[in-house]
């Protein structure tokens, strides 16, 4: 099974500051959303960090190494603004990329760290992912934001995923940037 989710900011301080983490220190925070990935990843699942996993220095890559392959199943990077060339040759990684088209259950996905306005397959009922943002802007009827700060700091599936998108209103650029669109997601 497929999970998703972006902006972890492993590591990162400040990050509690800027998005209102509700945690004491970095430690509780790495903690508790590397509990709540052990909690749901099995062995034989894939689970997609759409960006930012750390914010750290390169001598904190033996600790982000461990923590990494303390993920269960397979860990896939769609690299963010903070991941370093360093985070990306941690062994533990089943694949780095900056962008990736997926097909799950029929669902075109395209996953990009960036939000973004259109997007291979937009017209045709493609989703796209996306994290950076954090709690900003939780994304638009096709383009959804899994970032953590958006969903109780643990990973998302395709089903919740698509539940939220039908919540979230159209893009109101959209009729701009593909006119004629329909939105059958």
Known sequence: MNYFTADP????????????RPFDD???MDAHILANYQAVL???DDLWIIGDFAFAKSDEAPRLERLLKSIP??????RGNHDRP??????GWASVQDMIELKQDGQRLTLCHYPMLTFPGARHGALQLFGHVHQNWPGSRNSV???VDLWSFRPVTLPEIKARAQTLPINPLWDSVEPGAELDV
Do not use: E, K
Request: hydrophobic share 40%; net charge positive; proline share 3%.
């Open 145 to 147: 934001n899994v970032g």
């Open 73 to 78: 199943g397979r860990t896939h990077l769609v």
């Open 86 to 91: 360093w985070m990306t040759r941690l062994s």
């Open 26 to 28: 970095v430690a509780a």
């Open 9 to 20: 900011h492993f590591g990162h301080a400040n990050i509690m500051r800027f998005c209102q």
């Open 42 to 44: 099995r062995p034989d």
